[in-house]
């Protein structure tokens, strides 16, 4: 049984940093493509972030361009993003998603539960 699970949301003021984990079980996570997505209320789901499978190539949106870095250890099976200058618009909830490597960028096999930031002004 494959499990996404997020960790490291909460609460935090404007400009402040988080780091959220996100630890994959039940597939070979190196084989796996890694994103972050987030939703905030009343809005669409929208890409944050993206790493390949050796974690060589990071994918950002605009939006966090800049502020947020992603990253993996394949030895714990774990993808992170490191959030930093956080802005009150940051706030949602974030999942992490596994792509198997060669699927169409569009199709995410696993999902996770998603974790809460919230960022006050």
């Known amino acids: 049984q494959v499990q996404l699970v997020e960790s490291g949301g909460g609460l935090v003021q404007a400009g402040g940093s988080l780091r959220l984990s996100c630890a994959a079980s039940g597939l070979t996570f190196r084989s796996y493509v890694m994103n972050w997505f987030r939703q905030a209320p009343g809005k669409e789901r929208e890409f944050v972030s993206s790493?390949?499978?050796?974690?060589?190539?990071?994918y950002y949106a605009k939006s966090v361009k800049g502020r947020f870095t992603i990253s993996r250890d394949n030895t714990k099976n774990t993808v992170y993003l490191q959030m930093k200058s956080l802005k009150p618009e940051d706030t949602a909830v974030y999942h992490c998603a596994a792509r198997l490597d060669g699927r169409a960028s569009t199709t995410y096999d696993y999902w996770g539960q998603g974790t809460q930031v919230t960022v006050s002004s």
């Open positions: 790493i390949s499978t050796s974690g060589a190539s990071t």
